[in-house]
């Protein structure tokens, strides 16, 4: 990872982190772990290998399937929507982000969310 750091007016500091990551496996690791973690549905079906999982929506009973393509993408998607900031009450610390330990049920409820849905509808 490089960090670089730019201090303006002596009092406002900038920092530009680069981070190369692999999402196939980036996205293996946090599904494989964490699926059960979501708040807003449930995880009803799941195949760890092949990146397959429903989720059920517990007030109406709706299914939402999610692949490993829609998991990729949406995982992109909500990386690149953290390090924006539009995350931030979620990570309390931006160099975390990429160590899924510090991942806990909100920040996968949301990741799903993002995956399945583009947005962050519950919550």
């Known amino acids: 990872m490089e960090i670089n750091e730019k ?7 900038t920092i530009i982190i680069k981070k190369e990551i692999d999402i196939t496996n980036f996205s293996y690791e946090a599904f494989l772990n964490l699926p059960e973690y979501s708040l807003s549905l449930e995880c009803d079906q799941f195949d760890y290998e092949g990146m397959n999982f429903t989720f059920i929506d517990p007030e109406d009973g709706k299914e939402h399937k999610l692949d490993r393509n829609k998991i990729e993408i949406g995982m992109e ?5 953290c390090i924006e900031g539009k995350h931030g009450e979620y990570l309390s610390d931006l160099l975390n982000l990429f160590d899924l330990g510090y991942w806990d049920a909100t920040v996968m409820d949301n990741c799903i969310q993002i995956c399945l849905f583009n947005e962050i509808v519950f919550g």
């Open 77 to 81: 998607k909500f990386l690149n929507q």
């Open 7 to 13: 201090i303006k007016d002596g009092k406002k500091v």
